[in-house]
C-alpha cells in the first residue's frame, strides 16, 4: 500500500485533499464561511458600537474638563462660589478655573443644549483650545447674550456665526447671539460656552459655581493633594481626578455595553455550532473520499491535518469577510441609532468609528479559532474511521454522534445553580452569564437522553411513513441529537430574550400607572435644572379653574458617595401611608419618632448599600443632613438612583420653595384641554411648561423603551435563522447517509412525496422536542436573566410576565419551520439518482 | 510715561450694550499722595510700570520690568455676579539678560474679584494670584514667580514723585481730551533677588517706577509710541515720549527734565525730536524696531543704546499686543555715558489703538 503514495508528488496530493473538496463543494465551503463571518460580524460589530461610545463618552467628558488634575464637581445646582478663592489658594493649585454648567433648551427645536459659562482668563491654563478659539477675541465673550458654539451644536441647530437664537433657561427666554463657533476639534459634542459673568446671572446662577477645574504645580502629589482638598469640600461636593469622571461617565451605561457583548458572544457561539454542523455534513458527505485517501497511503494523521486546513480555510475566508461585514454593520447601526443602539445614554454625542489592525486580529482569531474548534470532532471522526469499512455504506452513523451522556448535562446544571446566587463581579453579573451559559449547554448535553427516552415511548400508529419515520429515530437518536440541540439553543435563547422584554415592558406599565396618579402634569420644559417653578407661579396653578387640587415636587441631583454617579433627590409631599400608595414600595420599615423618613429606590439601595431602617446622611445646601431608610420603591426612570423625601422636611431644611413639577387633579367635570390652555393662558407669557397628560407620559415612555429593546428582536431572529439552519444541515447529511434506504423505499413503492413527507415527520418531531426542551431551558434562563442579570446590571426588579401566545406561536411555526427545512433538505440531498443509490453497496 | 494697553478694549468698546461713564483727564486736578498711588478704578485704563537696572555681581548687569495693567472694561453692565468683568487685570514681567540674548518674559491676566485680582484705592496694591506690586512701610516690593525666572525686589524711594506736564496733567496729542494723570519715581533703590536657572542670585540696582492713568490716551491720528525714561548717574531724571502717526512723523511729543538740584523742566513738542540711529529686525514677528535714538531735548542731544538687541515683547496672547521694551544706555553729544533706564517701542507692528 505504502509504494502508491510515494509515486504521487506531496504537494498536489495535499492541494487536492484540502482545496478539492472546497472547489467541489462550493456551496457548502459558502455556507461555513457564512456562518463564521455572521459570528464575527456581530462580535466585532458590538466590540467597536461599545468602544466608540465609550471613548466618545471619555473623550467628551474629558474635553469638558480640559488639562485638568483634579475636577472639584458639585450636583447640578452647585455650590457657593466662595469656595472658588479657597480652592485657588492652596499653595500647590497652580490655577483654578471656575465653571457655571447648565443644560437650556433651544426655543422652537427639541434640543437642549448644554451650556458651560467660563472665565476665559481662568480656563486659558486649562482649555488652550478655548483660549485659542476666543484668541485675541477673548473679549468678545463678556457681551452678555454672547456664546461660543461647538462645531457639533452648530451644525445640529443649524446656525452660523452672527445668528442669534432663543433659548430658554429657568423659566424665561433670552436670545443669545453666536459669536463664534470653536474648531471642530475642541468639542466632538454639543456645546455652548459663554463668559462665567453672564451665564451666573442669565441662567439664574448667581453666587454658585458647579465646578472648578484644578491644574496642579509641577511634582505635587496628586492624591495626596486630593485628600487635603476633599476636606475642604462641602457636604456632596467632591474632588474627583479625570479618571473617576471617565469612570463616572462609562459606569452609567457599562452594564447595557456588557449585555450587548453577551448577546454578541451567543453570536459566536451559534456560529461555532453552524461550522459543527456543516463540516459534520461535509464529513459525511466525504467519507469515501476520506477512506480512498486513506487507502491511498493517506496517514490518519495527516488526512485530519488536511481536514483542518480545510476548516482553517474556511475560518480564514470568513472572519476576513466577518470583519468587513462587521465594520460596515458598526457604521450603519451608529449613523441610524447612535452609540448606544438607541438606549439614549449618550444624547448629544457623535460617536466616530475607526479600527486598528491589532483590535480586529483576535475578532480575526476568534473566527478561525470557532471554525478549527468547529471541524475538530467531525474530522477526527472522519480520519479515524477504517477505510476498509467507510468505504462501503450503512456506517455514517457513527461519525455525527456527539453523545458525551446526560451526566455532563446534570453537572453544568448543578454548576448553574451554584453560580445564580453569587454576587456581581465589579457591578457586572459574570456568574449570571455563566449560569445562563452553563443551563444551555447542559439542555445540548442532556437532549441525546431525552430523545432517545421520548422515542422509546412514541406511540405506534399504523401509518408506513410514520412507521419508518420513527424507526429511524429511535434506530439512530443520535442523528437526531443535532437538530434537537439546534433548535433547544435557538429557541430557548429566544424564550428567554421575550420573557425578560415582556415582563420588563409590562412592569414598566404598570410602574407608570402607579406612579402617574394625578390627571395631568405640568413641568418646566427638558431646560432641567435651570428651570423652576417660582412660589408665585405655583399658588397660580392652584388656583386655575378645574384644578382641584395641585402637588408640587422638586427635582435635584446629590452626590452620596464619591465614586459613584450622583443621584436625583425628589422632594414632594410625603407621608407614610403615601409611600404604600403613590410609590411601588418594595420593602418598608417604621422610622422611630423624630426621626426624618427617606424612600430610596433599589438603584439607590443597592449602589449605596442601604436597607429599610439604615440611617442615611444626605447632603443638603453643603449640610450632610440625617435621614432614615422608610422603604424601598421600585425606580425604572433613574438608573443611577433617586432619594425620596418629603416636601416640607426638604423646604424646612433648605428653604428652596421652587419646584420642577407640578401633579395637577382636577376637579369633577373638568376638561383636560381646557384645564390646560387655562394654565397657558394664566401663566407669565415667555416661560415654558410642559404639560401631559398621564397618557401621553406613558406613550412617550414605552416608545423610548420598544427602541431600547429594538436590538434584541434582531438577536432573536438571527437565534432562529441560525436553529434551522442546524437542522437544515443535519439533515442534510443524514439524507446523504441514508440515500440507500430512500432508494430502498422508493423501489418498495414509496412516491418522492411520501419520503419528503416523512422526512417532514422526522423534522418535525425533532423540532418539537428542541422547541420543548428550549422552552423549558429558555424560561429558567429568562429567571436568571430577570432576577439576576437585570437585577445586578441594572437595579431594577422586574415582575414575571410570560407571553404563553406568543411563545406557543413561535414554537408551533419553529416546528412547522422544522418540518418544512427537513422536506426541503431531504429533497436537496437526494437527487435523481438516488434510485440507482440502492446497487452501491453490491 | 504712556504705556502698552489692551487692542482688548477695542472691541469691548463696540460689544457694550451701554457704554461706561468714564472720568475724563483735565488739567489742575492736584495729585495727592500716598492716595494718588492706589487705583482710580473709574478710569479706563492704569498702568504702574517699574523698569531698572540690575547689578548681579562680578559686573553682570541685567534689565527688568515689572508691569501691572488696570482696565476698566467699556460696559456698563446691570450684572450683579461677582464674575461680572468690571475690572480686568494684567501684568508682565521680563528679564533682559544679555548673556541669555532674548527676554525672559512672562505674564499673568485675570479678572478682579475674589481678592485673588485686586488693584487697591489709596494705596499701591496690585496683584494677580501669586503676582504682586505692594507698597508699605513706605517700601515697593514685587514679587514675581514667573515661568523662567522669578523677582523679589524691594524700591526705596530717594527722592519725591516727578510730576509730569502740568503738574502731573500730562497732555499727548494736540486735543486736550488726549491726556493721562502721570508721574514718576525716578531713581529708586533696588535690593532683592531674582531667581533664575535654578540660581538665587542677591542684587541691587536703580529702578524707576511710572504711575500713569487715562480714560482717553491716543486721538484718532496716532499709531504708537516712543519712550524713553533715564535714571542719570548725577541723580537727575529724564523722560521723553513722542506720540507718531501712520506715516511715521511726531504727532505729539514731550518730556521732562529733574536736574540733580531738584529743578524740574518740562518739554514741549517742540523742544523734543527723535531721530532714529539702528534698526533691528526681530527674526520672530518681522518687525523692525529703532532701537537706537538720537534724542535732541532742547539744546541739548541724548543718545540711547540697548543693552541687548532683541528685547521684543510678545504678549499678545494676553493683551494682543508685540512691543520692545528694553534696558539702554545714554550717552551725551560726546558719547559719554550719562545713565541708565528703559526705551519702549509700540506700534510698530500693527497700530495701537487706547
Known amino acids: 500500500m505504502s509504494a502508491v503514495p510515494l509515486s504521487l508528488p506531496r504537494g498536489l496530493l495535499a492541494r487536492a485533499a484540502v482545496l478539492g473538496p472546497l472547489a467541489q463543494a462550493p456551496g457548502r465551503a459558502a455556507l461555513s464561511i457564512i456562518a463564521i463571518a455572521l459570528g464575527v460580524a456581530l462580535g466585532l460589530a458590538v466590540h467597536l458600537i461599545n468602544r466608540a461610545a465609550v471613548s466618545e463618552v471619555s473623550a467628551a467628558a474629558r474635553s469638558l474638563s480640559g488639562h485638568a488634575d483634579l475636577v472639584v464637581q458639585g450636583p447640578a445646582d452647585g455650590f457657593s462660589e466662595a469656595l472658588y478663592p479657597t480652592l485657588a489658594r492652596v499653595p500647590e493649585v497652580a490655577a483654578a478655573s471656575p465653571v457655571i454648567e447648565a443644560e437650556a433648551r433651544v426655543v422652537g427645536t427639541r434640543e437642549t443644549l448644554p451650556i458651560l459659562g467660563l472665565d476665559v482668563f481662568r480656563a486659558a491654563a486649562l482649555h488652550p483650545v478655548i483660549a485659542a478659539a476666543a484668541g485675541p477675541r477673548g473679549d468678545a465673550l463678556f457681551a452678555e447674550d454672547g456664546i461660543l458654539l461647538s462645531a457639533s451644536a452648530a451644525r445640529a441647530l443649524h446656525l452660523k456665526a452672527g445668528d442669534t437664537f432663543t433659548v430658554q433657561a429657568g423659566l424665561t427666554r433670552m436670545e443669545l447671539r453666536v459669536l463664534d463657533l470653536l474648531p471642530a476639534g475642541a468639542y466632538r459634542q454639543r456645546l455652548g460656552i459663554m463668559d462665567i459673568a453672564a451665564a451666573q446671572w442669565k441662567l439664574g446662577r448667581l453666587g454658585h459655581l458647579q465646578r472648578v477645574d484644578l491644574r496642579l504645580q509641577p511634582g505635587a502629589e496628586r492624591e495626596q493633594l486630593r485628600a487635603r482638598i476633599q476636606a475642604l469640600l462641602p457636604a456632596g461636593v467632591q474632588a474627583l481626578t479625570p479618571e473617576d469622571q471617565d469612570a463616572q461617565a462609562a459606569s452609567l451605561s457599562r452594564a447595557y455595553r456588557v449585555n450587548l457583548t453577551a448577546l454578541s458572544l451567543v453570536a459566536l457561539f451559534t456560529g461555532g455550532f453552524l461550522v459543527f454542523a456543516t463540516q459534520a455534513l461535509a464529513a459525511v458527505r466525504r467519507r469515501r473520499q476520506i477512506a480512498l485517501l486513506r487507502a491511498l497511503g493517506v496517514t490518519r494523521r495527516l488526512q485530519f491535518l488536511y481536514a483542518l486546513t480545510e476548516a482553517g480555510t474556511l475560518g480564514m475566508v470568513g472572519a476576513g469577510a466577518g470583519i468587513a461585514l462587521g465594520i460596515a454593520v458598526a457604521a450603519v447601526a451608529l449613523k441610524t441609532f447612535g452609540a448606544d443602539l438607541g438606549a439614549g445614554y449618550f444624547p448629544g454625542v457623535e460617536p466616530e468609528l475607526a479600527l486598528t489592525p491589532w483590535e480586529a486580529l483576535p475578532f480575526f482569531l476568534a473566527g478561525v479559532v470557532t471554525a478549527l474548534a468547529g471541524a475538530l470532532v467531525p474530522a477526527w471522526a472522519a480520519a479515524s474511521a477504517p477505510p476498509a469499512q467507510a468505504l462501503k455504506a450503512g456506517d455514517e452513523e457513527r461519525p455525527a454522534s456527539p453523545s458525551r451522556g446526560w451526566r455532563t448535562g446534570l453537572i453544568l446544571w448543578i454548576l448553574a445553580a451554584l453560580a445564580i446566587p453569587l454576587p456581581a463581579v465589579n457591578g457586572l453579573p459574570l456568574f449570571g452569564y455563566a449560569a445562563i451559559a452553563c443551563i444551555l449547554l447542559g439542555a445540548v448535553f442532556v437532549a441525546p437522553f431525552a430523545a432517545r427516552t421520548l422515542f422509546a415511548r412514541l406511540p405506534v400508529i399504523p401509518h408506513a411513513g410514520y412507521q419508518v419515520a420513527t424507526a429511524q429515530l429511535r434506530g439512530t437518536p443520535a442523528q437526531g441529537s443535532l437538530s434537537i440541540a439546534a433548535v433547544l439553543v435557538s429557541f430557548g435563547l429566544m424564550t428567554s430574550m421575550a420573557i425578560m422584554v415582556v415582563s420588563f415592558r409590562a412592569s414598566l406599565d404598570t410602574w407608570l400607572e402607579k406612579v402617574l396618579p394625578a390627571d395631568l402634569y405640568l413641568r418646566t420644559g427638558q431646560s432641567g435644572d435651570t428651570a423652576f417653578i417660582p412660589p408665585e407661579a405655583q399658588r397660580l396653578i392652584a388656583a386655575t379653574p378645574g384644578i382641584a387640587r395641585a402637588e408640587f415636587g422638586r427635582g435635584r441631583e446629590i452626590f452620596l458617595a464619591p465614586d459613584k454617579p450622583a443621584l436625583a433627590l425628589i422632594a414632594r409631599p410625603m407621608n407614610p401611608e403615601r409611600a404604600q400608595k403613590g410609590l411601588a414600595l418594595q420593602s418598608a420599615a417604621p422610622v422611630p419618632a423624630g426621626r426624618t423618613p427617606v424612600w430610596v429606590s433599589e438603584a439607590a439601595a443597592d449602589l449605596h448599600g442601604l436597607k429599610p431602617g439604615d440611617e442615611v446622611a444626605i447632603p443638603l445646601e453643603g449640610a450632610a443632613r440625617p435621614f432614615t431608610v422608610a422603604g424601598i420603591w421600585r425606580d425604572y426612570a433613574r438608573q443611577t438612583g433617586a432619594v425620596l423625601i418629603d416636601r416640607d422636611a426638604y423646604v424646612q431644611l433648605t428653604g428652596d420653595g421652587r419646584a420642577n413639577v407640578a401633579s395637577l387633579w382636577l376637579s369633577p367635570g373638568a376638561a383636560i384641554g381646557e384645564v390646560s390652555a387655562a394654565l397657558r393662558a394664566r401663566l407669565p407669557a415667555g416661560t415654558d411648561y410642559e404639560i401631559a397628560s398621564p397618557a401621553e407620559i406613558r406613550a412617550v415612555s414605552m416608545r423610548i423603551f420598544d427602541r431600547t429593546f429594538a436590538i434584541t428582536h434582531l438577536l432573536e431572529a438571527v437565534a432562529i435563522v441560525i436553529g434551522l439552519f442546524g437542522i437544515s444541515a443535519s439533515f442534510s447529511a443524514q439524507v446523504l447517509a441514508r440515500r440507500g434506504e430512500f432508494g430502498m423505499l422508493r423501489h418498495l413503492g414509496m412516491t418522492p412525496g411520501q419520503v419528503g413527507g416523512m422526512l417532514a415527520l422526522e423534522g418535525g418531531i425533532l423540532g418539537a422536542l428542541g422547541v420543548a426542551m428550549g422552552l423549558a431551558a429558555g424560561f429558567v434562563v429568562s429567571l436568571v436573566l430577570i432576577h439576576v442579570v437585570n437585577r445586578q446590571s441594572f437595579h431594577w426588579s422586574l415582575d414575571l410576565h410570560l407571553p404563553w401566545g406568543l411563545l406557543l406561536a413561535l414554537g408551533l411555526a419553529l416546528v412547522c419551520a422544522s418540518a418544512f427545512t427537513a422536506a426541503l433538505s431531504g429533497r436537496r440531498a437526494m437527487g435523481p439518482d438516488v434510485l440507482r443509490a440502492v446497487r452501491e453497496d453490491w | ?354
Do not use: C
Not at chain 2, 524711594?157 to 496729542?173: E, M, N
Open chain 2, 1 to 354: 510715561m504712556t504705556r502698552l494697553l489692551r487692542a482688548l478694549l477695542a472691541t469691548m468698546l463696540a460689544l457694550a450694550a451701554q457704554a461706561a461713564d468714564y472720568p475724563p483727564v483735565v488739567p489742575g486736578r492736584a495729585l495727592s499722595f500716598p492716595a494718588d498711588e492706589g487705583s482710580h478704578p473709574a478710569y479706563r485704563t492704569e498702568w504702574w510700570y517699574v523698569t531698572g537696572w540690575l547689578d548681579a555681581g562680578n559686573g553682570k548687569r541685567l534689565g527688568f520690568q515689572v508691569t501691572f495693567f488696570r482696565s476698566r472694561p467699556d460696559l456698563d453692565t446691570g450684572n450683579p455676579s461677582r464674575f461680572a468683568p468690571r475690572q480686568l487685570l494684567f501684568a508682565h514681567a521680563a528679564v533682559s539678560d544679555p548673556g541669555v540674548g532674548r527676554l525672559l518674559h512672562d505674564e499673568r491676566s485675570a479678572r478682579a474679584g475674589f481678592g485673588l485680582a485686586e488693584a487697591r484705592e489709596g494705596a499701591t496694591d496690585v496683584r494677580i494670584d501669586d503676582w504682586s506690586l505692594v507698597k508699605s512701610d513706605g517700601v515697593f516690593r514685587a514679587s514675581i514667580p514667573a515661568r523662567e525666572f522669578g523677582l523679589d525686589l524691594a524700591f526705596r524711594a530717594s527722592q519725591p514723585p516727578l510730576l509730569h506736564g502740568a503738574k502731573g496733567f500730562s497732555q499727548k496729542g494736540p486735543e486736550p481730551a488726549s491726556a493721562s494723570h502721570y508721574y514718576s519715581l525716578p531713581q529708586l533703590q533696588v535690593s532683592g533677588e531674582i531667581t533664575a536657572g535654578g540660581k538665587r542670585l542677591p542684587v541691587t540696582g536703580s529702578a524707576w517706577l511710572d504711575h500713569e492713568w487715562s480714560s482717553s490716551l491716543m486721538d484718532a491720528e496716532a499709531v504708537g509710541w516712543d519712550w524713553v525714561g533715564i535714571n542719570l548717574d548725577d541723580g537727575g531724571a529724564l523722560m521723553l515720549f513722542r506720540m507718531r502717526d501712520a506715516r511715521g512723523g511726531a504727532r505729539w511729543a514731550g518730556g521732562t527734565l529733574r536736574g540733580a538740584d531738584g529743578t524740574v523742566r518740562a518739554f514741549a513738542p517742540a523742544d523734543v525730536e527723535f531721530a532714529p540711529e539702528r534698526n533691528w529686525r526681530s527674526p520672530r514677528s518681522g518687525i523692525a524696531y529703532p532701537v537706537a535714538w538720537r534724542i535732541r531735548v532742547g539744546d541739548r542731544v541724548v543718545t540711547v543704546r540697548p543693552l541687548m538687541e532683541d528685547q521684543e515683547s510678545d504678549t499678545r496672547k494676553s493683551t494682543g499686543t508685540i512691543y520692545w521694551e528694553g534696558a539702554v544706555e545714554a550717552f551725551d553729544a560726546a558719547d559719554r555715558p550719562i545713565g541708565r533706564g528703559y526705551l519702549e517701542l509700540t506700534g510698530y507692528g500693527k497700530a495701537l489703538r487706547l
